[in-house]
């Protein structure tokens, strides 16, 4: 048993390019609400590297939050109510890594730095 790739292998293995069909329930997650928020909510002089640390922020300042209001020790376990938010943060965010990279594919906006910002901080 060979456990080599072939040349010909290699070659398909490097020039393929996934592509699936969206679902319904993508599509219309997509284009009734992303589209129009990251069209008309973001100013047009936001870059998409703007959209993905203004998704961020929320998470990273309820974790500094967490951690000056919390004991140290951890003595009493964390509010339910602070999952909750966490969860709403998640969720924040989520919607604005859609977002940036839509922004960045409409305005023909990318960069090695924004891809590397995109994927380090998702």
Same mark, same amino acid.
């Given at each position: 048993m060979n456990a080599y790739l =072939?040349?010909?292998?290699?070659?398909?293995l490097a020039t393929y390019k996934h592509s699936a069909e969206k679902t319904t329930l993508e599509k219309l997650y997509v284009e009734k609400?992303?589209?129009?928020?990251?069209?008309h909510l973001f100013p047009a002089r936001w870059s998409?590297?703007?959209? =993905?640390?203004?998704?961020?922020?929320?998470i990273f300042?309820?974790? /500094?939050?967490?951690?000056? =209001?919390q004991n140290t020790v951890m003595r009493e376990p964390i509010p339910d109510s602070s999952f909750v938010m966490m969860g709403l943060f998640l969720q924040w965010f989520s919607l604005?890594?859609?977002?940036?990279?839509?922004?960045?594919?409409? =305005?023909?906006?990318?960069?090695? /730095?924004?891809?590397?910002?995109?994927?380090a901080i998702d």
């Amino acid at each position: 048993m060979n456990a080599y790739l =072939t040349d010909e292998e290699l070659t398909k293995l490097a020039t393929y390019k996934h592509s699936a069909e969206k679902t319904t329930l993508e599509k219309l997650y997509v284009e009734k609400l992303l589209v129009p928020i990251e069209k008309h909510l973001f100013p047009a002089r936001w870059s998409a590297n703007t959209i =993905t640390l203004l998704g961020q922020m929320p998470i990273f300042l309820y974790v /500094l939050y967490l951690w000056a =209001t919390q004991n140290t020790v951890m003595r009493e376990p964390i509010p339910d109510s602070s999952f909750v938010m966490m969860g709403l943060f998640l969720q924040w965010f989520s919607l604005n890594d859609c977002m940036d990279g839509m922004r960045a594919r409409r =305005t023909r906006c990318g960069s090695p /730095l924004g891809r590397i910002i995109d994927e380090a901080i998702d």
